[in-house]
Every structure is written in C-alpha cells, then in structure tokens.
C-alpha cells in the first residue's frame, strides 16, 4: 500500500472559510496507530499536522500537501469520579460530549470557549480561555495531567508537579510537540443548569472597560459585545453581560435544570425559521452598510429594552451563544472571515481598542462582531494571555479586500505590539514572523525549540502556522 494513499486527499479550511490546503487526512483510533503513522511520515519524507474539530479561526490545524491526523475518532470517557469531579477522557471528546456526559452528576467543564464543538485536545494545544478567565484562569489550570505520543517515539505522563517542562509547553504548543493521548481534567462543581445574569448597555468603550474592571474577580463570567461601527462619542459602545453560578439551595428544580434536555438549543427561531437555514437570512446584512444598521438595532434594544435587565439562563445558551446559528459563519460569503484578537495590558489596552476601532473604520474595513473579554496571566510556555484585555473582531474577507485586509491587519499588529500586547493561535492568520518573535520574547522561543529539539527531533510535527510563524530564526 503506498503512503500516503491518495485516497485519503481532502480539502480542508480553518473555521472561517478564509484558508484552506489539501492533505492526507488520516483518523486513528488508537495511540499504537499514531505511531505507525509516525514510523511511515518519517520514512516517506511527510511531516504531520494535528487537528480536531477544526474550529481554529487560524492555520494551527492546516497542513497542506503532508499529513493531516484528525483525531476525532478518539472520543472515549475512560474514568469518571462524580463524587470528586474528576474525568479522564481520549482527546477527541468534545466540550459538548463532556457536559452531556457530567452535567447530570452536577459538573461543568470549568472553561468553555464560545463554542461547545471543539475537541478537549484542540482546546489543550490552545490553552483556550473562557468568559471567565479574570476567575478562572485557562484549560489548562484545571488539567491533573495528560499522557501524549511524542514523535521522538517515547509516550509520556505529564502533570504539572512531576514534569512541569512538559506539562506547560504541551499546553498552548499548539500540536507542534507531541500529541494528547489522554486527558485527566477537573471539573466544575454547580448546583443549577442555571446561570444568574446581568446584561446592561454601555455608551462607549471607555465606559465599558470601567463598568467591567471592579467586577473581574467578583463575578463568574463577563463579556462585552463591542458595536465597532459606531463612531465619535459612541465609538465603543454595547452590552456587558456579568453571569454567576447559583449556590446550592438557590435552585427549586435542579434535578430539571440540570438534565441535558432542559439545556438543548431549540430547533427552530419563533417556532418557524429552522435554525438550519438562519444563515442564508443573515446573509443580505453581512456587508458595511448592513452592520451598522443590525447593530443599532441590537444596541437600542439593549439601551432601552434590556438596560438592567437581570434574568436566568441556562448554561448552554449563556456559553454557547453562536451555536444558536448552525454555520453562521457562511453569512459572510465565499471569502469567508478571519477573526483577529488580540490581548493588550490593562495599562494600555483602553487607548489602544479606541484607535484600533477607529482606524478599522477608517480604512472601510469595519468588523462585523467585536468581543472584549478581560484576562489574567498564566505560565504556559507559549500563552496569549495578560493581566488586561482582549478584543476579538471578525472581518469578512473578499477577494477584492484580502491585500487590503491584510495590511490593515499590520498596521493593528503594530499597534498592539507598541501597547505590550499579545496574540492567539487559535485565532491568528495574519501575523508575521518577526511579531511573533517580539510578542512570546526571545526566552519563550528558545525553550519552544529546546522542548521541540527534544520532543520532535526530525520536526514531524508541522502546521501552516509552524512554518508561517514558528520554524524561521529566533
Ligand atoms: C465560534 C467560536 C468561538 C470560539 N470561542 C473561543 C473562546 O471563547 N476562547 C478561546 O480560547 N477559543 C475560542 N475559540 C477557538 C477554539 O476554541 C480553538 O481554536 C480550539 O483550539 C479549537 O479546537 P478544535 O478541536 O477545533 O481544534 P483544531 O482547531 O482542529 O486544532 C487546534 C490545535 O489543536 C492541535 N491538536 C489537535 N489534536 C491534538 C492532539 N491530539 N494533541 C495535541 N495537539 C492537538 C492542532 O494541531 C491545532 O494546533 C472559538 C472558536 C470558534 C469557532
């Protein structure tokens, strides 16, 4: 049999549509096939990119015309304590087979990106944060340990006390350094499949960022949607939302609210338009004359229908809000989008945001949905994370806009660097390499490539965003 077969050509993308190669695409179902595939790359002159679900916004799960190891096969609980909370898990489970499977005992993942579709071992390679990262940090605090295949053909056991090395650069190495056979995580504890919430309306970015900063560590979750395409006096403007768990004994029904039924998204919007085919409705808005207008819209209702409003939601669609609309990045047509995030110290971050906003309207290319989230540090080897601020904006790319949209993406890249900020992989499809080098610092990059050396030897283990950002001189 020749390898790779060419029957295992697929084309595939990142999750906005915007990139895109073909590779070998192989799912193994067992660790033991991981290493054949690593005996056989090697010996054909292939190297191997890992991949999930595919959410990443980036190239992280792109390796065109290698190998691809699509690992969702690999999606067994192998232990589950509902006493301790404690789960050991194959790295294809996804965020949703993990709450299906522990919410009934009283457990939630205890971070969650804003989609339940990403694989656990997707989410480790990230290090991804959640809503709630002021408080509770990112995935990777609440991981005990984790066994992986490296390509240098040892299989190991991390956890943080007996290989700290291992454990941290694993976690955030973005698949470039080994590859997550098992995962050891530690849940949640909640008393409701209810979340307390709070959902106010701010008259501009400033303001905002004031409202959040006292409440980072005293709620549970806070997030703000940022309307960018308002200018002046209301550049900046939206909607916080502060949500927090309910205690034990606050919740009359929790045998229901916490039922998996209970946190199912519902099929259809108004019990008529199938949440299928939702997409194809948002589609006429999503250009720049449609945005501003759907972003007054939800802007004054938020003003004048919802100012204070507190209310219970479930877990689900507090979390996992974008879910509601199957597909919805296909609104933004052929092009698809790229999200663009960035992290920026709290000292700097509010100046930095309003002339980022500014200069994205200036140059007519606004973006469509912006998210600003406030963070908290970690000590993962190659974090995006700082004690300030994050502001993810989503751009529709075209064919005409691409050049365009990329040299806008400089010039932010520029900005953020001089307010001390930082980058995610997960998100990341613009920058280049000597970014790169500045914002992890040269000391990050020589242990990446120390553990790299060490782990991966004959560099395997290869993405599109190893080679655009990662493998060039330090
Ligand atoms: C709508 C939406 C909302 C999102 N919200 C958030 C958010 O709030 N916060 C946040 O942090 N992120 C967020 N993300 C990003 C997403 O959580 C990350 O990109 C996550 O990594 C996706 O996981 P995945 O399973 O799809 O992995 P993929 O995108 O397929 O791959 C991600 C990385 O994992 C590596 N990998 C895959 N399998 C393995 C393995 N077995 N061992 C080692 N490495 C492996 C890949 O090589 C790649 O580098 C969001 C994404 C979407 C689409």
Same mark, same amino acid.
């Given at each position: 049999?020749?390898?790779?077969?060419?029957?295992?050509?697929?084309?595939?993308?990142?999750?906005?549509?915007?990139?895109?190669?073909?590779?070998?695409?192989?799912?193994?179902?067992?660790?033991?096939?991981?290493?054949?595939?690593?005996?056989?790359?090697?010996?054909?002159?292939?190297?191997?990119?890992?991949?999930?679900?595919?959410?990443?916004?980036?190239?992280?799960?792109?390796?065109?015309?290698?190998?691809?190891?699509?690992?969702?096969?690999?999606?067994?609980?192998?232990?589950?304590?509902?006493?301790?909370?404690?789960?050991?898990?194959?790295?294809?489970?996804?965020?949703?087979?993990?709450?299906?499977?522990?919410?009934?005992?009283?457990?939630?993942?205890?971070?969650?990106?804003?989609?339940?579709?990403?694989?656990?071992?997707?989410?480790? &390679?990230?290090?991804?944060?959640?809503?709630?990262?002021?408080?509770?940090?990112?995935?990777?605090?609440?991981?005990?340990? #984790?066994?992986?295949?490296?390509?240098?053909?040892?299989?190991?056991? /991390?956890?943080?006390?007996?290989?700290?090395?291992? #454990?941290?650069?694993?976690?955030?190495?973005?698949?470039?350094?080994?590859?997550?056979?098992?995962?050891?995580?530690?849940?949640?504890?909640?008393?409701?499949?209810?979340?307390?919430?709070?959902?106010?309306?701010?008259?501009?970015?400033?303001?905002?960022?004031? %409202?959040?900063?006292? !409440?980072?560590?005293?709620?549970?979750?806070?997030?703000?949607?940022?309307?960018?395409?308002?200018?002046?006096?209301? !550049?900046?403007?939206?909607?916080?939302?502060?949500?927090?768990?309910?205690?034990?004994?606050?919740?009359?029904?929790? &045998?229901?609210?916490?039922?998996?039924?209970?946190?199912?998204?519902?099929?259809?919007?108004?019990?008529?338009?199938?949440?299928?085919?939702?997409?194809?409705?948002?589609?006429?808005?999503?250009?720049?004359?449609?945005?501003?207008?759907?972003?007054? &819209?939800? #802007?004054?209702?938020?003003?004048?229908?919802?100012?204070?409003?507190?209310?219970?939601?479930?877990?689900?669609?507090?979390?996992?809000?974008?879910?509601?609309?199957?597909?919805? %990045?296909?609104?933004?047509? @052929?092009?698809?989008?790229?999200?663009?995030?960035?992290?920026?110290?709290?000292?700097?971050?509010?100046?930095?945001?309003?002339?980022?906003?500014?200069?994205?309207?200036?140059?007519?290319?606004?973006?469509?949905?912006?998210?600003?989230? @406030?963070?908290?540090?970690?000590?993962?080897?190659?974090?995006?994370?700082?004690?300030?601020?994050?502001?993810?904006?989503?751009?529709?790319?075209?064919?005409?806009?691409?050049?365009?949209?990329?040299?806008? /993406?400089?010039?932010?890249? %520029?900005?953020?660097?001089?307010?001390?900020?930082?980058?995610?992989?997960?998100?990341?499809?613009?920058?280049?390499?000597?970014?790169?080098?500045?914002?992890?610092?040269?000391?990050?990059? @020589?242990?990446?490539?120390?553990?790299?050396?060490?782990?991966?030897?004959?560099?395997?283990?290869?993405?599109?965003?190893?080679?655009?950002?990662?493998?060039?001189?330090?």
């Amino acid at each position: 049999m020749p390898f790779p077969s060419l029957d295992r050509l697929s084309p595939l993308e990142n999750f906005g549509h915007s990139m895109g190669s073909p590779a070998f695409v192989y799912r193994p179902t067992r660790a033991e096939q991981i290493a054949e595939l690593f005996e056989s790359a090697s010996r054909c002159g292939y190297t191997i990119g890992l991949r999930g679900s595919g959410r990443s916004y980036s190239d992280a799960a792109l390796n065109g015309g290698h190998i691809v190891l699509d690992i969702r096969r690999m999606n067994r609980v192998l232990e589950w304590n509902p006493d301790t909370g404690v789960i050991k898990v194959e790295p294809g489970v996804t965020i949703q087979q993990l709450w299906q499977y522990t919410l009934e005992d009283g457990w939630w993942p205890p971070v969650v990106p804003g989609t339940m579709f990403p694989t656990l071992a997707g989410c480790l &390679a990230m290090n991804i944060h959640g809503k709630n990262n002021c408080v509770a940090g990112t995935i990777g605090e609440h991981v005990l340990g #984790f066994t992986a295949l490296l390509p240098n053909g040892d299989s190991i056991t /991390c956890t943080p006390q007996t290989t700290p090395d291992l #454990f941290y650069g694993l976690i955030s190495g973005a698949g470039l350094l080994g590859v997550f056979t098992s995962i050891t995580l530690k849940l949640k504890r909640i008393y409701s499949g209810n979340l307390w919430v709070h959902a106010w309306a701010s008259p501009n970015l400033r303001a905002m960022m004031s %409202e959040m900063e006292p !409440l980072k560590t005293e709620t549970d979750y806070l997030v703000g949607w940022v309307d960018s395409t308002a200018n002046g006096r209301a !550049l900046g403007r939206g909607q916080v939302h502060a949500a927090d768990y309910l205690h034990e004994g606050d919740d009359s029904a929790p &045998a229901q609210t916490l039922r998996v039924d209970y946190q199912t998204l519902p099929d259809t919007f108004f019990g008529l338009v199938p949440k299928s085919s939702l997409w194809q409705f948002m589609r006429p808005f999503m250009n720049n004359v449609g945005v501003p207008w759907v972003n007054i &819209a939800k #802007f004054l209702s938020s003003r004048f229908l919802s100012h204070h409003h507190h209310f219970l939601q479930s877990l689900v669609a507090f979390n996992f809000l974008l879910d509601y609309v199957p597909n919805w %990045e296909r609104s933004y047509g @052929r092009g698809g989008l790229i999200q663009y995030q960035s992290f920026i110290p709290k000292e700097t971050a509010s100046d930095a945001f309003v002339e980022m906003i500014a200069l994205t309207n200036r140059r007519g290319l606004p973006n469509y949905l912006s998210v600003l989230k @406030r963070h908290r540090p970690d000590k993962f080897l190659l974090s995006h994370a700082v004690d300030g601020w994050s502001m993810a904006m989503d751009f529709r790319v075209t064919a005409g806009n691409r050049a365009k949209l990329q040299a806008l /993406c400089d010039e932010l890249s %520029e900005m953020v660097l001089q307010a001390g900020g930082r980058f995610y992989f997960a998100k990341d499809g613009t920058l280049r390499p000597e970014m790169a080098v500045l914002f992890l610092g040269v000391e990050a990059l @020589r242990r990446f490539r120390e553990l790299k050396a060490q782990c991966d030897p004959q560099g395997l283990l290869q993405t599109e965003l190893y080679r655009r950002l990662l493998c060039g001189p330090a």
